[in-house]
């Protein structure tokens, strides 16, 4: 069920779903669709014996907790006109995704069952006027714009780097062996870098975050299409878990769709 939210003259509503797959015995994706918070999350786990699986709802749960303990911090501005600063809020993203990664990371080292367990994470925070990105791995932010899709995100993945070092040709990256290995996911090191980009959404634009168990069976002209013929984000998610998992469904299949809406 899609939920929905206010923004300055504007509104954003959300919807996601996520599916195991056609091959898969376990779900290791987990997702956010807000309820209090305008923050959507998907999280794609990796490590055996369902290790995943508990990384990436750590993410989940750890990056929306602390948005909930940090929103009731804020100084009370109202009735004044704010300071339409995005620091503080970019701050709040990273802080999020690091403690998450420290999370996951102390609780491979202690438990040997989770030894190895890891997972990317891609989160979309909406401000009033604006909209902030945190994302580590290779699950994607799309915006589809005008009929026009872009990827907001860089994957950080060890086929991406074979390519922008001209190793390698997108066409030969498509029958590689290792294009689902990621060099940077939480819970790999202690430490972990996040990317950010922010941007002006514009009425009308959709927000799409995924798992690459959705952008390794679908073609982003086929995302790019159903997203934008289709009005309900429910059935358009559903639509879009459909088509990855009629190309064989070889991996777990997580969407979060966010549409900018006139209020």
Partial sequence: MSTSFPLDGKRVRFSGATHVGRKREHNEDSIHVPTDQRLAIVADGMGGHASGEVASRLAVDILVDHF?????????????????DMRADINRLITGVKLANVEIWERSQRESRMKGMGTTVVALYFLDDGVIVGHVGDSRCYRLRGGELAQLTEDHSLINDYIKMKRMTAEEAENWPH???????LGMKEAVQVDILTEVPKVGDVYILCSDGLTGMVP?????????????????CELL???????????????????????
């Avoid at 909930?68 to 339409?84: C, F, G, H, N, S």
């Avoid at 294009?179 to 996911?185: E, T």
């Avoid at 982003?220 to 358009?236: N, P, S």
């Fill in 220 to 236: 982003d002209a086929q995302i790019a299409y159903m997203v934008g013929k289709e009005r309900d984000l429910d059935h358009a």
């Fill in 68 to 84: 909930q303990q940090t929103a009731e911090q804020q100084t009370l501005t109202w009735p004044y006109k704010v300071d339409r």
């Fill in 241 to 263: 878990i459909d088509a990855a998992n009629e190309e064989g469904g070889i991996d777990n299949i997580s969407v979060v769709l966010a549409r900018v809406e006139p209020a």
């Fill in 179 to 185: 294009k689902n290995v990621v060099v940077r996911a």
